[in-house]
């Protein structure tokens, strides 16, 4: 048999997860000196991941990076097998034995968890929750956000925070135009929130928004931002980390924070999204749903840049109708492939998948958050998947060249044996297509299709 990474015996990789990481891994190993077919396993009927579902509707330009990924899919060494859940339908097992190396990009599906009482209180959502609903991800389509209250509160001070406090502050008027799923924008019209609390832990030094993100919060159209000008006082180390030259994206958000506080209030926006610091969720309260938020005074300790939050056993009381944590993601494990518990990452060496103990794992490597954890903005997937690519391409001796694998064939036999619709590229255009029709009338980019369903009814 001709050497394996040749036209005659192509290197054959399945990548499983079709968010930015797979489709960067995909494009690492297409452009590779090496013959390769890459195919990706996508659980949904739609590609691209966080992208389409995680990325907020109002930052159309974030999405532009599926431009990119059409591209790749358009390349003749690229097959999606979507609507396909690995571990249910097809095992890792399987795919060791019909392709030669498997990586694993499938994120961080799920929330860390705060561990406070109260923390399952009717009323009290993950963000992930929120936002699959909004993007009109079809695992959170039916979920249900009471926003007849007055007060909503977001625990943590993330992107994701930042973007979860935007929609609730947002006008309708200010998302019509978006790609916001229409169940969303219909109980977002009835909100008669009034209050948004947006929570630190640390301090306005150590705030993980970046500065783009904050910034929109000065341009609501009915909502004011509000920061005390008290809480933007600073301890000696955290005057030092703003100090700090690279550290210039704190830097900005802290004057953002301070600039909030100079505002005068604008008495014609219904709306104030409070941003406040150093305060510890401590618990939960309320009977049926949540009614009481208690949250612990914090100061900080540690050197500059490693500084944590302490509590001071003085509590505060906010009266809450509806809270979010966003407080980080992790990711969830997938049967035959090692899992870190405690990091919620599959334990890797540069890519090369590894069990607990260190021990490299053969055929299996992974990328993006399920690899590193859930860090970084779309564009810092890219040299992850490239570090995962280049130690899949150095091991490439090591695959067994002699022993004929199948490929995506043997994939779609088992699913067809199981009578799984598998969604193809071509099939996804489709769909594709039809949102996108649907979209026009309103003005929006695209309608989603919120159930599987519907999207698979699209192509039968
Ligand atoms: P994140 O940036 O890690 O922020 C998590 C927040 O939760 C931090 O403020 C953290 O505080 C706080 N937190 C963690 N554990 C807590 C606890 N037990 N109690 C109270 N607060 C707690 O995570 P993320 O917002 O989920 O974002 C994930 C990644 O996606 C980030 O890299 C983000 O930049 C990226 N993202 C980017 C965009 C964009 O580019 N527009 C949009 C969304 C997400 P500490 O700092 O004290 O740990």
Known sequence: MDNLGTDNNPLLAVIVGSGPSGFYAAEALIKSDVKIKVDIIERLPSPYGLVRSGVAPDHQKLKQAINLYKKIADTPDFNLIANVTVGKDVSVEEL?????????TCGAETDRKLGISGEELKGSHTATEFVGWYNGHPDYRDLEFDLSQDVAVIIGQGNVAADVSRILSKTVDELRHTDIAQHALDVLAESKLKEIHVIGRRGPAQAKFTPKELREFGELSDCNPIVQEQDL??????KKELEEKSNIANKKIYDLFTNFSKRELDSNKSKKCFF????????ITGNTSIEKLILEKNELSGEAFKQSAKGTNETIEIDVGILFRSIGYRGIPIVGVPFHESWGTIPNEKG???ENNGAIVEQ????????????????????CSVETVNCLLDDLTKFNSEIKKSGAEGIYLILNDKNIRHVSFDDW????AKEVELGKPKGKPREKYTYIDEMLSVIN
């Open 364 to 383: 299996l490597y992974t990328a993006g958050w399920i690899k590193r954890g859930p860090s970084g903005i779309i564009g810092t997937n890219r040299a």
């Open 276 to 283: 406040s610091f150093l305060l510890g969720p401590k618990e």
């Open 96 to 104: 060791c034995e019909s392709h030669h190396a498997v990586i694993f």
């Open 429 to 432: 255009a489709e769909i594709d």
């Open 352 to 354: 090369r998948v590894t």
């Open 233 to 238: 006082a600073l301890n000696d180390e955290s």
